[in-house]
Antibody, heavy 121, light 108 residues
Framework: EVQLVESGGGLVQPGGSLRLSCAASGFTFSNYWMTWVRQAPGKGLEWVANIKQDGSENYYVDSLKGRFTISRDNARNSLYLQMNSLRADDTAVYYC??????????????WGQGTLVTVSS | EIVLTQSPGTLSLSPGERATLSCRASQSVTSSYLAWYQQKPGQAPRLLIYGASSRATGIPDRFSGSGSGTDFTLTISRLEPEDFAVYYCQQYGRSPFTFGPGTKVDIK
């Protein structure tokens, strides 16, 4: 059974940092592009970033470039999102998701349950 | 960035009725790389349709997608009680892979 389990969310002060993790199981993690998507409370979905199978390529939404970094450790079947200089508008549930196909242009067939990040003083 | 617009914002229907949801893109979507997701409160999104018209694994055939270029439609032929939810379209042909703002289908 495919499972994606996010962790690392919580309350952080504005300007702080947080590192999210996503533990994958039930599939060959190193074969898939992986993605982070976020959802602010009561709002819609926002694609954040994705990363290639071997970590050699990654892409970000323009508004987050320079503050967020996506990475992965295929030996640990884990995906990460390092978030720096956090702002109140980064408050959201953060989901990791798996791409359906082996290439970047792929929808997402499996999602984690999400981890809530709250940025507040 | 490709901007997706969904209409209507809310669709109030009764079980058994047909639902037609629209998604319009600000630019042509590459190779019809357009997906639809369903999301219920407190849950992660669920992939329904990809490639504009292909149903994902396990999705009932009352869900269908159509369209190309800049105009896409999700149709639910006969609403079941479990179909009342928010539906998002997403283009995944050009980074950033943007989502539409969603259409809420609620019970009339």
């Amino acid at each position: 059974e495919v499972q994606l389990v996010e962790s690392g969310g919580g309350l952080v002060q504005p300007g702080g940092s947080l590192r999210l993790s996503c533990a994958a199981s039930g599939f060959t993690f190193s074969n898939y592009w992986m993605t982070w998507v976020r959802q602010a409370p009561g709002k819609g979905l926002e694609w954040v970033a994705n990363i290639k199978q071997d970590g050699s390529e990654n892409y970000y939404v323009d508004s987050l470039k320079g503050r967020f970094t996506i990475s992965r450790d295929n030996a640990r079947n884990s995906l990460y999102l390092q978030m720096n200089s956090l702002r109140a508008d980064d408050t959201a549930v953060y989901y990791c998701a798996r791409g359906v196909f082996w290439y970047s242009s792929s929808p997402f067939d499996y999602w984690g349950q999400g981890t809530l990040v709250t940025v507040s003083s | 960035e490709i901007v997706l617009t969904q209409s209507p914002g809310t669709l109030s229907l009764s079980p058994g009725e047909r639902a037609t949801l629209s998604c319009r893109a600000s630019q042509s979507v590459t190779s019809s790389y357009l997906a639809w997701y369903q999301q219920k409160p407190g849950q992660a999104p669920r992939l329904l349709i990809y490639g504009a018209s292909s149903r994902a694994t396990g999705i009932p055939d009352r869900f269908s997608g159509s369209g190309s270029g800049t105009d896409f439609t999700l149709t639910i032929s006969r609403l079941e009680p479990e179909d009342f939810a928010v539906y998002y379209c997403q283009q995944y042909g050009r980074s950033p892979f943007t989502f539409g703002p969603g259409t809420k289908v609620d019970i009339k």
